[in-house]
């Protein structure tokens, strides 16, 4: 089974909406594997944002996700990277799908609510950044034959 990291970000701490985010995940059939929350430096943004190191924005989304703590997550299951990724919806809040949790909460690009891991590569890299190994979890959830069936799993 596949891991990912999703990112509660700041707006969705101010905002009240931890709850009703995670909630999503556990209802998906996801399993939560790690999580906690944590208060991101500029170090660390800069490295998981690096991508975007030479566009004008770069500076204000490393600001605006240092505002408040955030909560990290760690999440598994089948295809766990693209179910995740699809359940958030576009990066940009105005344009995701309703029923997608941008498209519910969001009405921009920046107070998005969530990160989400896009691919296999960038997930590893994203759980070994905010994770160490001992705060991920592996134990049996007792649920998968009600989630999957049996030859999936």
Known sequence: MEKTLVILKPGTLQRELVGEVISRFERKG????????????????T????HLAQRSFFQRI?????????IVICLKGIDAIHIVHQMAGK??????????IRGDFSVSVQENIVHTSDSYETAEIEINRFFKPEEIF????NNLSFIYANDEF
């Open 30 to 45: 996801l399993q939560i594997c790690g999580m906690k929350m944590m208060q991101l430096t500029d170090e660390v943004l």
């Open 47 to 50: 490295e998981h944002y690096s």
């Open 62 to 70: 490393k600001d605006g996700m240092m505002i408040t703590p955030v």
């Open 91 to 100: 990066t940009n809040g105005r344009e995701a799908a309703q029923g997608t």
């Open 138 to 141: 592996d134990f049996k959830q």
